[in-house]
């Protein structure tokens, strides 16, 4: 048989080629390939998806975290709480905008920031909240909205792993000052390319951080007249118009992939197993399908011997990190995120995956019992 990947990018895409080549052909032949028309409506597009008023297209997820933190008014002296349990690009914004990064632990059963550690955490220094979705389970928001309203402090959604999501039926990206997007290829919403959005409901906020994007220039206003020292990070046409395209097929491609998790779910919780986790009043965009086990080694051979690829996402938390080293945090300071991240392990999901594929990997982990 042959290996069932943990994620299929030609099956993903396959279906659009046409649609997106005729796009791309267009932009060709108009030599219209920098920021332009396909950018409008893709940031319109978006912002519907988000229910938020604005969208701002950049160049990634990376600095779409770099221009919010930017924009917002973030600078060195500040604090910025945040979760050890993420991707490195999470942390490295905070640390470009010269501010310091402050981890807050994490709940056991999904990844996520937990409240009570953000408030902890919070000194007269503190000026926002950069919480992670992980794998597109969101945040306890209302629980985060209270903490940062009492305190007078931001939340900076960063919702690489949760296009589409939704907490009680809200979008994310729609909570705070700011929601951050990684469009990367292998994310529930890919570019073909490096591509990154910023949604806000704040237009002083988002008139800024366009500004910050786009050399210092303010719109209607003479393009060499730059009002503050900016960047060059516009998303371009020839992604936008991918997203145009891969925008409207989002929605059905979570329900496939919480279908398929749920049949996972029920596998693993008959070996007791407790599966995937994610609150009943949220909706996630299942970035990845990842159980919480001590038997990663053993379930990954496991898997591989029957033709599942299974592996584990962001192995290190980053308080532990070489990179991060000069912050001073140790081995022990958050257990829960350490304890997390040494036992997350994914297998295969995506919503083109067939009913034959899926069922090969229901027994499979039905077979796991046998094998303990
Ligand atoms: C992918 C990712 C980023 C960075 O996005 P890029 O588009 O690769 O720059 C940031 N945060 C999280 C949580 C991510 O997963």
Redesign the pocket.
């Known amino acids: 048989m042959k290996k069932i990947p943990l994620f299929n990018l030609a099956l993903e895409n396959n279906p659009l080629k046409i649609k997106i080549m005729k796009s791309w052909s267009e932009i060709y032949d108009n030599n219209s390939f920098t920021s332009g028309k396909e950018t409008i409506k893709f940031e319109k597009d978006f912002s519907n998806l988000c229910n938020t008023r604005y969208a701002l297209g950049v160049h ?4 779409s ?1 770099i221009i919010t933190l930017k924009a917002a008014g973030i600078k060195s002296g500040d604090e910025v709480i945040t979760t050890p349990c ?2 490195t ?2 942390t490295d914004a905070i640390i470009h905008s010269g501010a310091k990064p402050i981890f807050a632990d994490v709940d056991q059963k999904t990844g996520n920031i937990l409240p009570d550690e953000i408030e902890n955490k919070i000194t007269s220094k503190t000026k926002a909240i950069l919480l ?1 979705h992980l794998y597109g389970v969101p945040c306890e928001m209302d629980k985060i909205k209270k903490i940062a309203k009492n305190h007078k402090i931001f939340i900076i959604e ?1 919702s ?2 949760a296009h589409g999501s939704l907490y009680k039926g809200k979008p994310v990206g729609s909570f705070g000052l700011a929601g951050c997007f ?3 290829p292998s ?1 529930p919403l890919g570019s073909m390319g ?1 591509a ?1 959005v910023i949604t806000s409901n704040n237009k002083a906020f988002i008139d800024k951080a366009r500004s910050y994007a786009n050399h210092g220039i303010l719109i209607h206003k003479n393009k060499y007249e730059h009002f503050r020292v900016g960047f060059n990070k516009l998303i371009d046409n020839l992604q936008s118009a991918v997203l145009i395209h891969k925008i409207p097929t989002l929605k059905q491609k979570i329900v496939k992939k919480i279908s398929i998790a749920k049949k996972y779910n029920e596998a693993f919780s008959k070996i007791d197993e407790p599966g995937m986790y994610w609150p009943n009043n949220t909706e996630p965009s299942l970035y990845v399908y990842s159980i919480q086990t001590k038997k990663i080694k053993e379930y990954r051979e496991h898997f591989s011997k029957h033709s599942i690829e299974a592996n584990s996402y962001y192995p290190i938390p980053l308080h532990l990190q070489p990179s991060l080293k000069f912050l001073g945090y140790k081995k022990g300071d958050f257990p829960n995120a350490e304890k997390f991240f040494s036992q997350t392990l994914s297998i295969p999901l995506f919503p083109q995956l067939t009913e034959s594929e899926v069922n090969h990997i229901v027994k499979t982990i039905s077979l796991l019992k046998k094998n303990n």
């Open positions: 990634s997820g990376t600095d975290l993420t991707f690009a999470t992670v960063d690489s792993h990684s469009l990367y994310k490096n990154g």
